[in-house]
């Protein structure tokens, strides 16, 4: 399974705000959103990711104010992404070694959708289901 097959059943939507704005008001976006991480975007280039893990550390852990503190202070800026075609096992790898949860996903230099781990993890479930109800049948089969 690819990035794409993802993107077809969750669909392509991309939330993105600008690094200038506060962190409250970047978590306002994520909680009308229902969304763990909100890109920053400007002028078309993908600049970075707020998590609300990031949030948890870079605000909270350090008594800072959500209201006073731009995006741009606590945003990752060192962002991976992948492509459509990629596979399931390679995205996961991607964030199993650099420890992220999110992936924006990048096509002809323009972000077309981003993927979760749990995105990754809930189609990597279905390819396992169908993989062993396709090897049921074969051993149901072959058994008559």
Do not use: W
């Amino acid at each position: 399974m690819t990035v794409n097959q993802i993107l077809s059943t969750k669909g392509k939507e991309v939330y993105s705000i600008v690094s200038t704005i506060t962190v409250y008001e970047a978590l306002k976006v994520m909680g009308e959103k229902n969304i763990g991480a909100v890109l920053i975007i400007e002028d078309n280039v993908l600049k970075g990711v707020l998590s609300e893990r990031d949030y948890a550390r870079k605000i909270v852990l350090k008594d800072k104010s959500s209201k006073k503190t731009h995006v741009n202070e606590i945003m990752e800026k060192e962002v991976f992404t992948v492509k459509p075609s990629d596979n399931l096992d390679y995205c996961m790898e991607l964030m199993s070694t650099k420890r992220i949860r999110h992936l924006p996903v990048i096509e002809n230099d323009q972000t077309i959708g981003i993927i979760s781990m749990g995105d990754v993890v809930k189609a990597i479930i279905e390819v396992q289901k169908n993989t062993i109800e396709h090897l049921d049948s074969y051993i149901s089969g072959s058994k008559m």
